[in-house]
């Protein structure tokens, strides 16, 4: 009854006082279960190497580390796909002059991409862009998360896997054409919000990251993409064996409506 107690008392004082990081973060107390949700950034700059001190020990202490895929593992999504028809026929013509000056700043050939499903060209953009940025994979949070673990031998479990997220993109409807075109129309925002989830990690004190952040998704693409996903981690978050667990995903999904730590807090 007094550990009952004493364990009340603790989640009282969590809610009333939550623990602020120099990092983006958010701990989740569920039962006998703790999760240190940690808001990755896929690729990073060279400054953003080593991890903080106190969140390296938070995942020696941790029973296991938890991620979207394990990115050490070499899955591209550059796949080879189905061809697919000239962008001529697929794009109107505004879009397709959005697509051209972009290749155009970037220095790729149009014809890299002309077959090539929306969806994918899609990717091969906000990789070159992020590039562009200075961010590199080998300086993404996750990547060096995992590469810590690893080294200490601490297990790793995957939310969904490469596999899960390419057939999830494959999936998307007239072969992801809304995301490339999200992808286009939000370019300038999209580089923006890169930078601002940069400085979440670079920052010190941190700036607490704001209420609502500029949406680069429409609706349809932000209810497969984040709300859907969301959904389906915490069903397996809420599944794991009593235990500590760092939780490294995308920044973007701890903030905004149907956010992962506000459905984890209503499970």
Same mark, same amino acid.
């Given at each position: 009854? %007094?550990?009952?107690?004493?364990?009340?008392?603790?989640? %009282?004082?969590?809610?009333?006082?939550?623990?602020?990081? @120099?990092?983006?973060?958010?701990?989740?107390?569920? /039962? #006998?279960?703790? !999760?240190?949700?940690? /808001?990755?950034?896929?690729?990073?700059?060279?400054?953003? *190497?080593?991890?903080?001190?106190?969140?390296?020990?938070?995942?020696?202490?941790? #029973? +296991?580390?938890?991620?979207?895929?394990?990115?050490?593992?070499? &899955?591209?999504?550059?796949?080879?796909?189905? $061809? *697919?028809?000239?962008?001529?026929?697929?794009?109107?013509?505004?879009?397709?002059? *959005?697509?051209?000056?972009?290749? #155009?700043?970037?220095?790729?050939?149009?014809?890299? !991409?002309?077959?090539?499903?929306?969806?994918?060209? +899609?990717? %091969?953009?906000?990789?070159?862009? @992020?590039?562009?940025?200075?961010?590199?994979?080998?300086?993404?949070?996750?990547?060096?998360?995992?590469?810590?673990?690893?080294?200490?031998?601490?297990?790793?479990? $995957?939310?969904? /896997?490469?596999?899960?997220?390419? @057939?999830?993109?494959?999936?998307?409807?007239?072969?992801?054409?809304?995301?490339?075109?999200?992808?286009?129309?939000?370019?300038?925002? =999209?580089?923006?919000?890169?930078?601002?989830?940069?400085?979440?990690?670079?920052?010190?004190?941190?700036?607490?990251?704001?209420?609502?952040?500029?949406?680069?998704?429409? &609706?349809?693409?932000?209810?497969?993409? %984040? =709300?859907?996903? =969301? *959904?389906?981690?915490?069903?397996?978050?809420?599944?794991?064996?009593? /235990?500590?667990?760092?939780?490294?995903?995308? +920044?973007?999904?701890?903030?905004? $409506?149907? =956010?992962?730590?506000?459905?984890?807090?209503?499970?």
């Amino acid at each position: 009854m %007094m550990r009952s107690l004493w364990r009340s008392l603790n989640a %009282m004082l969590r809610r009333l006082a939550p623990v602020s990081y @120099a990092w983006p973060a958010v701990d989740i107390h569920l /039962g #006998d279960r703790e !999760f240190h949700l940690v /808001g990755s950034i896929h690729m990073g700059t060279r400054d953003m *190497q080593p991890l903080p001190a106190k969140l390296l020990t938070r995942l020696q202490q941790a #029973d +296991a580390l938890i991620v979207e895929a394990d990115v050490t593992q070499g &899955s591209s999504p550059y796949v080879k796909s189905d $061809e *697919q028809p000239p962008l001529a026929s697929r794009l109107d013509a505004q879009a397709l002059a *959005q697509l051209q000056k972009l290749c #155009d700043d970037l220095q790729l050939s149009m014809a890299l !991409f002309d077959t090539l499903p929306a969806w994918q060209i +899609a990717l %091969m953009l906000q990789a070159q862009q @992020a590039q562009q940025l200075g961010l590199r994979p080998d300086y993404g949070i996750d990547y060096q998360l995992l590469l810590a673990a690893k080294r200490w031998q601490k297990p790793v479990q $995957e939310l969904e /896997g490469a596999d899960v997220q390419i @057939a999830l993109l494959k999936a998307l409807p007239d072969e992801g054409m809304a995301l490339l075109q999200d992808t286009l129309v939000h370019w300038h925002t =999209n580089a923006r919000l890169l930078q601002t989830m940069i400085s979440w990690w670079l920052d010190a004190p941190r700036r607490q990251p704001p209420a609502s952040l500029p949406t680069t998704f429409s &609706s349809t693409l932000s209810e497969v993409l %984040m =709300n859907q996903r =969301n *959904q389906h981690w915490r069903d397996v978050l809420t599944q794991l064996p009593p /235990g500590r667990y760092v939780v490294a995903v995308g +920044a973007l999904h701890l903030y905004g $409506e149907e =956010n992962l730590p506000d459905l984890l807090r209503r499970a």
